[in-house]
């Protein structure tokens, strides 16, 4: 059974930085996209950052410069680097990975941005 964990989340002040990590387990294969999505109270769950296996990446407007989202393909890993964080930011992070039609999600993780 495919699991995604994802760590690192957290209580930061704004302009701090904060470094998410997600592992799968119980794989063999390598994920197509692996993704960070967020979702705040009150809101939809949105797509923050995207990475291909061949390392392409994009990012919603609003984290463009401030967060990098980097992947490890033999331990099957995502990870999503988080600086100059606002208040804005904070929401449940979710670990998403594809591969060939079938997705995978972690529980989310927890990041909060005091102001």
């Known amino acids: 059974q495919v699991q995604l964990v994802e760590s690192g989340g957290g209580l930061v002040q704004a302009g701090g930085s904060l470094r998410l990590s997600c592992a799968a387990s119980?794989?063999?294969?390598?994920?197509?996209?692996m993704d960070w999505y967020r979702q705040a109270p009150g809101k939809q769950r949105e797509l923050v950052a995207r990475?291909?296996?061949?390392?392409?990446?994009n990012y919603v407007d609003s984290v463009k410069g401030r967060f990098t989202i980097s992947r490890d393909n033999a331990n099957n890993s995502v990870y999503l680097q988080m600086n100059s964080l606002k208040p804005e930011d904070t929401a449940v992070y979710y670990c998403?990975?594809?591969?060939?039609?079938?997705?995978?999600w972690g529980k989310g993780t927890l990041v909060t941005v005091s102001s």
């Open positions: 990475i291909t296996s061949g390392g392409s990446t």
């Open positions: 119980g794989i063999i294969f390598s994920f197509n996209a």
């Open positions: 998403h990975a594809e591969r060939y039609g079938s997705h995978y």
